[in-house]
């Protein structure tokens, strides 16, 4: 019975302290597909008035050559344009600590952080060359907050999107993406490189785009030159000569899975 006595007071002395270090950095209450699932179903409902199509969703394989979870293709008139977004889901950081003083001091504050993958963030640099590829994240972390959204259709205005910014990553270190608990600043680390975040407003943020010659021209040799190392260079390969536009439609239909449609 002593024991126990010893047991029910020395017990809080060793178990608050690391009650204490749990809450500081508090992990996301869902996955990534089910955040992924629940913006792209209400960005479809929101901007219904301009998807020219259904949202692509690209394979595994696919994604990783692409860089990107949903493809939207949004017309405008006599415009269209792709969004492309990559979906991640952050932890949740309340309080400063020892270990977080660097992103809590950069933020001001409570801030929001997710692990970034180099190959997959180096890809989407390569490909945003005239096109919009964003991180998408939620500003809530709880399952409970995502119940809530859900609910009430504010999935998307409880959301950021985050321009990469041209920064490349060129070492082996791992790397985060930190932004503030109002979504009004983002930071790549290890080394600061600002990002630029803002809310998912279509008419607003997204680039519209000329479909003219020149564009055609870029559009291919990008395309060509993401082709090189891969299967699909032999694929493309053996097609022999074709004109930009039959090369751009051949690389997005055949091998991207993808198309476009040119209005007049």
């Known amino acids: 019975m002593q024991g126990s006595s010893n047991i029910l007071k020395t017990d809080p002395v060793f178990i608050l302290p690391n ?11 869902f996955s990534e597909r089910t955040f992924e699932f629940c ?100 500003l809530f972390s709880t399952r409970n907050d995502l119940q809530i959204r859900y609910g009430a259709q504010n999935i998307v205005d409880s959301s950021i999107w985050i321009d990469l910014n041209g920064s490349n990553i060129t070492d082996n270190a791992k790397h985060n993406i930190t932004y503030s608990q109002y979504g009004t600043k983002a930071i790549l680390h290890s080394k600061t490189f600002p990002l630029k975040p803002f809310k998912p407003v279509v008419d607003s943020n997204i680039q519209r785009r000329r479909i003219d010659k020149e564009y055609v021209h870029n559009l291919k040799n990008d395309l060509s030159e993401q082709l090189v190392g891969t299967p699909y260079q032999r694929k493309l390969s053996s097609m022999g000569q074709m004109n930009d536009l039959d090369t751009v439609q051949y690389i997005l239909s055949h091998i991207l899975s993808t198309s476009w449609i040119l209005l007049p």
Not at 19 to 29: L, W
Not at 68 to 83: I, K
Not at 94 to 111: T, V, W
């Open 19 to 29: 009650i204490k270090r749990m809450i500081q950095m508090s992990n996301c209450g």
């Open 39 to 138: 913006f792209n179903a209400e960005f479809s409902k929101k901007y219904k008035g301009i998807l020219a199509t259904y949202p692509f969703l690209p394979s595994q394989r696919q994604e990783k050559l692409l860089g990107y979870d949903v493809n939207f293709e949004l017309e405008y008139g006599n415009y269209r344009q792709s969004l492309f977004l990559q979906h991640k889901i952050p932890n949740f950081a309340q309080n400063r600590q020892h270990n977080n003083r660097h992103f809590y001091d950069e933020h001001h504050g409570p801030y929001y952080r997710f692990g970034v993958n180099t190959f997959q963030h180096n890809r989407m640099i390569s490909l945003s060359s005239g096109r919009d590829y964003f991180y998408c994240a939620p």
